[in-house]
């Protein structure tokens, strides 16, 4: 038989309380409790008795002090930390800055990409510090050293990552690179520029400069056919990035000027027109859509580091870190404007002709011209005509027109109508690449060979 204790234990364990009665017996407890409430002066004691440590930390005078304490150290930490973001090489707190601030941002980056962005901010960083210091004056060839040296660092770190990336998602790769070698290129120029601008000898970030051209040739980007990253990773990446480039043009309105922000505005809207014209690609020539879509991206990139570092735009042009590209009825404008500037040449130079007599230029030289004259009409009026079709077929317009000014150009030279350093229009905006293919495709003109006889006889005369 089982003994007594174990049968009470478990027949005690079967019985349990109606609702009614856990009901009743909370409301007697509770009538009791606030009948009999314990008296501050009791807990205190009973507290102070069991536990006299305790009952000190938690007292209200000591946990005020150690509030107090917690929100001065709080405050110290935080203003140190925010000082030190300004720090420069040689301050107190610049170690503060590189060992404290940057390596905890750097845990914070979770994935490779996110790292490859990081590395690429903390390069620009060490290059923004030397500009400073060279601006002041106080850039040693030590401290260069040490500029160049980061720079390396952080171009490897970030190298290492993307060669991680590569492993696992090759797209994510390709645009890791794409954003570190925009800023590398960015820089350069940037610094080339600022050298350029300094006097000769004395250029203070020339060894920076050179680190950077070094670590910039050090990354590769592949961009081949089979290595382009897929047309929705593209698509989503250009998404993100237009979005931060607006909510920067949005943040620069106090330290840009209204030029700078309507430029950047510009560019924005051509890199969305090139986005809107890669989208309809999308069906008939994937490869040409990820291939203007890459294209974006790097735009986009440039100008993220334009707008997001002072000392760069104080050495580039918005024209230099993103060309402006014309709409269509923009270069229908351009042309018209080339081609009214051409039949303005083509008339100064039928004056000329009219006017001179055979003694005061020789025939030789009237033969030569003539064949010239008559091209420049040919390809005016072809360009005219071209011009009243609707649509305009801008490629070849833009071809048949600058064949014409320059070859009246030429000819106006030997004429000595205008200044030998007058210069010839070239076409320094950026144009589609299907369209700049078609251009460079475009039927040379039949009178090609006249300009070797007016480049020759050029010569002669000299």
């Excluded at 750097?106 to 290059?127: H, P, Q």
Aim: proline share 3%; with cysteine; glycine share 4%.
């Amino acid at each position: 038989m089982k003994r007594f204790s174990e049968q009470f234990n478990t027949k005690a364990k079967s019985i349990k309380l109606t609702a009614t009665e856990k009901n009743e017996l909370r409301e007697r407890v509770v009538s009791y409790m606030e009948y009999h409430p314990l008296q501050q002066s009791e807990h205190v004691a009973v507290v102070s008795k069991n536990t006299p440590a305790i009952s000190f930390i938690l007292s209200p005078k000591m946990w005020q002090k150690f509030q107090w304490a917690g929100s001065f150290i709080l405050v110290c930490v935080v203003s140190i930390s925010y000082l030190a973001e300004r720090a420069v090489p040689g301050d107190a707190l610049y170690a503060i800055k590189v060992g404290v601030n940057e390596e905890v941002r750097s845990t914070m980056a979770r994935g490779s990409y996110e790292k490859v962005v990081w590395e690429t901010e903390r390069l620009n960083r060490r290059i923004a510090e030397a500009r400073l210091l060279a601006s002041e004056g106080r850039l040693t060839e030590e401290v260069g050293a040490q500029v160049a040296s980061a720079v390396k660092e952080h171009t490897d770190n970030a190298r290492k990552e993307i060669e991680n990336l590569q492993l696992t998602d090759k797209d994510e790769a390709t645009l890791a690179a794409i954003e570190l070698t925009t800023a590398l290129d960015v820089q350069t120029t940037s610094l080339r520029n600022q050298s350029e601008g300094e006097a000769d000898g004395q250029s203070s970030t020339e060894q920076i400069e050179e680190s950077v051209l070094v670590a910039s040739q050090a990354v590769d980007l592949v961009t081949e056919q089979d290595t382009l990253p897929a047309y929705d990773r593209l698509m989503a990446k250009v998404e993100s990035e237009t979005t931060r480039a607006h909510e920067l043009l949005t943040g620069v309105v106090d330290s840009a000027t209204q030029e700078e922000q309507n430029d950047i505005s510009r560019r924005l809207e051509d890199i969305e027109r090139k986005v809107a014209v890669a989208m309809g690609l999308e069906q008939t020539d994937e490869i040409m859509a990820r291939q203007d879509l890459i294209a974006a991206v790097q735009q986009i990139h440039r100008l993220i580091v334009f707008m997001t570092n002072i000392d760069v735009r104080e050495n580039m042009t918005v024209d230099e870190i993103v060309p402006v590209t014309l709409t269509e009825g923009e270069r229908v404008d351009q042309v018209k404007l080339q081609i009214t500037e051409a039949q303005n040449i083509l008339n100064q130079i039928e004056t000329m002709l009219t006017a001179t007599t055979s003694e005061l230029m020789s025939q030789d030289v009237l033969n030569k011209v003539a064949p010239a004259v008559a091209q420049g009409k040919v390809s005016i009026e072809k360009v005219t005509q071209l011009l009243l079709l609707d649509p305009v077929d801008v490629g070849s317009v833009e071809g048949e027109s600058l064949e014409a000014y320059n070859l009246l150009i030429d000819t106006a030279r030997l004429l000595n109508i205008l200044p030998v350093e007058t210069p010839q229009i070239e076409t320094v905006l950026e144009i589609p690449a299907a369209e700049q293919e078609q251009i460079e495709m475009a039927p040379e003109v039949e009178a090609s060979t006249t300009d070797a006889v007016i480049v020759e006889s050029t010569i002669e005369a000299m």
